[in-house]
């Protein structure tokens, strides 16, 4: 679960900003909407979050820092190769000073601050804490590039040689590498008795952190449908549920001549999967001109079966029969939709934060309001996270949205960007909020020249 995140000269971001998924005191009414601390030293966190503001303001910016982290931490960096991002370029001071960021979250029942702050060229510095309400402990941290504080560490690690093989990956960490990464590409749990808590942190942004861009769509999708008939049946009252006119979905089998992607991609995937070296016993490979996924199955030792996952629409008359449809036949709206509905199935399957960049694209502004609607009413005791940033004011209603789940990002004079939360303000819980936002009470939307002044108004 992600409780606060905090960023600093980073794209658009000049100043420390923080965001919150910390529940507060409004919204007394809709209490499911939190998810209770389990004792009293640990913190009631919200399920969901919604990021409102102007093109441009900084809403995706937001997302593209929490997922840089994530990635950095995953991937890593090359060697002498620089950091790629961009720090705060519209004012002199942030070129020249390094750029921070934190996560505080909660993951396998302990809490957790992991942060770092860094330049195009190496990694500054690195901390990582357990806390709670009453204190914080330190678990590592670095300074200046190559200092290493892991007394924690090696306290926990009685064995020399664990405690020294500790030391070693630390200096062996590259300057523009995390601590983190290295630990996990160089497999220390494998050789470290005691790392739990790194271990935890790095599940936390491999497995339970998604960041989902408007463009983004669920991998494995297919591989799961095909291994898991009770997904499939879930799959398809979903698309029943959102109206779509879809009775079904199907992998269905097609000539490999048939695939629609460059032969020579076909041939290689052929010939990796009946490889005898090969483990694999699955492949799939995209055709995004299209929006067709194809998977590849080693039936036996010298035969490739593909599929391709299809819809299932009844044609009506005297007898009725099924059509079967390519996805890409179908509308925008029911593709994005089903882009989605593996995220509300991870979502109730507990432990999973998605943060969606343009939920709206290409769907109805009730869908919109039903979908998460639908996760809040439905996800008592999940421990699940929902934060969307989106353009659709329909959202903002307290009928829908406590003050503290709704937050909006703007940007200054010079173009720095800020973000600051509805509770803020002091507004009813009755009171509708739409209508002010539309009129710039929480500045959030664009600020539109004078239209006389156009040029090409005036040839």
Same mark, same amino acid.
């Given at each position: ?56 303001? %900084? ?55 992991? %942060? ?48 020294? !093989? ?5 200096? %062996? ?61 879930? !799959? ?111 979502? !109730? ?111």
């Amino acid at each position: 679960m992600l409780i606060r995140f905090s960023i600093e000269n980073f794209l658009s971001f000049r100043t420390r900003q923080k965001f919150s998924m910390l529940a507060g005191r409004s919204g007394r009414d809709k209490s499911f909407h939190v998810l209770k601390k389990g004792n009293r030293n640990d913190v009631n966190l919200l399920k969901t979050g919604v990021i409102f503001g102007a093109n441009a303001s %900084g809403k995706s910016n937001l997302i593209k820092a929490i997922d840089f982290g994530r990635r950095l931490v995953l991937a890593g960096t090359q060697t002498e190769k620089p950091i790629q991002f961009q720090n705060f370029r519209l004012h002199e001071d942030s070129v020249k000073q390094p750029s921070r960021i934190e996560y505080e979250i909660k993951h396998k029942g302990k809490s957790y601050a992991y %942060g770092f702050t860094f330049n195009n060229k190496k990694i500054i510095e690195e901390w990582l804490y357990e806390f709670d309400k009453i204190k914080e402990t330190l678990i590592f941290e670095r300074s200046n590039t190559t200092n290493f504080d892991l007394k924690p560490l090696l306290e926990k690690n009685e064995n020399e040689n664990e405690k020294q !093989f500790l030391n070693f990956i630390s200096k %062996g960490t590259p300057d523009n590498q995390l601590f983190l990464t290295e630990i996990r590409q160089r497999k220390v749990k494998d050789n470290v008795t005691e790392i739990s808590d790194i271990l935890n942190v790095i599940d936390w942004f491999q497995n339970a952190l998604t960041v989902f861009y408007p463009k983004s769509k669920v991998e494995g999708v297919e591989f799961e449908l095909k291994e898991n008939t009770e997904l499939s049946t879930i !799959f398809q009252e979903f698309l029943k549920y959102f109206d779509t006119g879809i009775n079904g979905i199907s992998l269905e089998k097609i000539d490999f001549d048939k695939v629609k992607v460059p032969s020579h991609i076909k041939e290689e995937i052929k010939s990796s999967l009946l490889s005898e070296k090969s483990e694999k016993t699955n492949a799939w490979v995209e055709n995004p001109m299209q929006n067709v996924r194809y998977i590849f199955t080693k039936e036996n030792s010298d035969d490739i079966i593909v599929r391709k996952l299809m819809t299932k629409h009844t044609i009506h008359g005297k007898n009725s029969s099924t059509s079967y449809f390519d996805i890409n036949e179908e509308s925008d709206g029911t593709q994005r939709i089903m882009d989605f509905i593996p995220i509300l199935i991870d979502l !109730f399957k507990g432990n999973n934060v998605f943060i969606i960049d343009e939920m709206e694209r290409s769907l109805h502004p009730n869908l919109i309001y039903d979908l998460i609607d639908l996760f809040l009413d439905k996800s008592e005791g999940v421990n699940s996270q929902l934060i969307l940033a989106s353009h659709e004011s329909s959202l903002l209603t307290q009928n829908l949205l406590r003050k503290d789940e709704i937050w909006f990002v703007v940007k200054d004079k010079i173009g720095a960007s800020s973000i600051y939360s509805l509770e803020d303000y002091d507004i009813r819980f009755d009171k509708k909020i739409q209508k002010d936002y539309l009129q710039g009470r929480f500045k959030a939307i664009p600020r539109l020249g004078n239209r006389h002044k156009l040029s090409i108004l005036n040839m």
